[in-house]
């Protein structure tokens, strides 16, 4: 079966603005996780459809603005991470925690604002939505209810698994040369674990669960079904067999999903693990181009229950394991990239990509079939 993309959804400039408008600056992208801006002025930055976004902790309400000082238009925070008041580092303007601007350094002389010009000034506010330990922003000026994004029953277990979270986390970024949509087709895609990571997925996940159960599809349909966005954010629960018994699982929350490697997908751009009831690991692939990803990923134990120094070293430990796993799938795709460009060749499908067709409709449906 043709893929519903054209090569072009991958390399084009024109589609890569389209997709910002109408796919990353319309839904719900995961920003943060509750760790990340676990306490008061605690903030990240990140850049989300191409506008430089802040996500910050305010006595625990958690708002987003737009990273752009209403002065000349610098950064208030330069860096991704940090704790420090709205104070932008260019002329010191300061804004409040509703994002109005507080004062500045001498405006009785340099700017002789009064009250009513100073009360004007304010940040670009975004919706946020708060889910478990995941923190979302809507830069939509009318954002869709979450509940369109993503079906009740997900949320609530998304709720329930990541309301879990520990305070400490460990978190890397670095950019891949592919379109982000290759990234999520990739983990969309659970054949590829038997093949491409044969000899590095640990032995004890059974990785072909489910596999034989992949649905009859009609190769000759002319059109693929219609599809909710709802049904392309799923989860996905891979058996370990033997679980491996670590030490330190006895030292934190266990979830109920301790005997699954679950996968959580969320459209568009978000794979959630949680790996048997005792940790998360978070893959955002967030697009800067239209051949150019920014990959990030972030591991948490589930809250501690005792005392537990070590802790550094087994997120030390369980981000290296990831990223070894990550590392095949990074370059295969990088390699992948350049012929969407240069060959004539089509992209086929077949039964058991049938989650990454939904993906593919949904996306058509949201880019007004572009
Ligand atoms: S640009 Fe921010 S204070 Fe001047
Ligand atoms: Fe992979």
Redesign the pocket.
């Given at each position: 079966m043709r893929s519903l993309l054209s090569r072009q959804h991958y390399f084009s400039p024109e589609l890569f603005a389209t997709e910002r408008e109408r796919v990353f600056k319309r839904l719900w992208i995961l920003a943060a996780i509750r760790p990340m801006v676990a306490r008061h002025l605690d903030f990240r930055t990140l850049d989300i459809g191409g506008v430089p976004v802040i996500v910050q902790n305010f006595r625990g309400r958690i708002r987003a603005f737009a990273n752009i000082?209403q002065?000349?238009?610098?950064r208030i925070h330069r860096t991704e991470f940090g704790n420090r008041a709205l104070v932008?580092p260019?002329?010191?303007?300061t804004y409040n925690e509703t994002g109005a601007l507080a004062g500045?350094p001498k405006n009785a002389t340099m700017f002789q604002f009064d009250a009513a010009q100073m009360a004007q000034v304010r940040l670009k506010e975004f919706a946020v939505e708060t889910v478990g330990g995941l923190v979302f922003v809507n830069l939509d000026e009318k954002p869709l209810p979450i509940a369109a994004q993503f079906d009740a029953d997900l949320l609530a277990l998304l709720a329930s698994a990541t309301g879990h979270m520990d305070d400490e986390y460990i978190h890397t970024r670095y950019p891949a040369r592919f379109n982000w949509k290759t990234g999520m087709e990739n983990i969309k895609d659970p054949l590829h674990v038997q093949c491409l990571h044969r000899d590095s997925f640990p032995d004890y996940f059974d990785t072909g669960a489910g596999l034989e159960q992949i649905p009859a599809v009609d190769h000759a349909a002319s059109a693929w079904r219609a599809v909710d966005l709802k049904q392309t954010s799923n989860k996905w629960d891979v058996p370990i067999e033997t679980p491996q018994a670590h030490e330190w699982y006895d030292l934190v929350e266990n979830l109920d999903s301790k005997a699954f490697y679950r996968g959580i997908h969320l459209f568009p751009n978000v794979n959630l693990m949680v790996v048997a009831g005792t940790s998360f690991a978070v893959q955002v692939y967030n697009p800067i181009g239209p051949e150019e990803t920014e990959m990030h990923m972030s591991v948490v134990l589930t809250r501690p229950l005792k005392p537990f120094p070590y802790k550094p070293v087994v997120l030390w430990e369980h981000l290296k394991s990831d990223m070894k796993v990550l590392q095949e799938d990074i370059d295969c795709l990088e390699a992948l990239q350049p012929n969407f460009a240069a060959a004539r060749s089509e992209v086929t499908h077949g039964a058991y990509e049938a989650g990454i067709m939904d993906f593919h409709a949904a996306y058509l449906d949201l880019m007004g079939r572009a």
């Open positions: 000082c002065h000349r238009l610098s932008c260019y002329h010191h303007w500045m």
